[in-house]
């Protein structure tokens, strides 16, 4: 009876073995997502940010930011290879992954809207550079920059790259990309 019983737990232990073997083993990959709520202006609904990264390894994963209007339409959609922005550079694991995407969507108190970015005086390339120079994106002219900066429309600004930051205005129910603040390297 003890041989049967040997005998029958030996081949299970076999065929649990085998059978773990030929599973796939689970990659650790670097899944992680935050989200956030950014109310533009004062008395306006709050909007949704969201950041997702998605990748075989942390250091090899994409990061997407997602900016959501009050109805949960999508507004501004950037993605980027992780290791490409400041934050993610050399983030290891998710725990550490999820933090930076924390860190990428929360909005600093220095650029709420337009009105914080130097004006562009007539006749100049572009607006008046200080020590963090902002640069207009190629579709923004001087009139647009101007009315926005006027208006004191909303900005959403996140780091982009090593040395940089984009920002996106919110205008008339949709968004767009402004310009890029630097910031030193």
Known sequence: MKSLLALVLGGLMVAVGAASASAPAAAPGCEASVGAVWTPAAGQRP???????????????????TVRGPDGKPLWVD?????????????????????????????GPQLKNAASLPSWPPGAERPASGEFPFLPDEAVDRDFYES???????????VQGMESMACVVLKDGGMMKLGVQLFPG
């Open 47 to 65: 909007f949704r940010v969201e950041a997702v990264s998605h990748g075989p390894s942390c250091d090899r994963a994409i990061v997407v930011l």
């Open 148 to 158: 926005a900066r006027r208006a004191k429309l909303p900005l959403f600004c996140y």
């Open 79 to 107: 993605a980027r290879v992780g290791q490409f922005v400041m934050l993610f550079a050399g983030v290891k694991n998710t725990k550490a992954m999820k933090s930076a995407l924390g860190d990428w969507i929360r909005q």
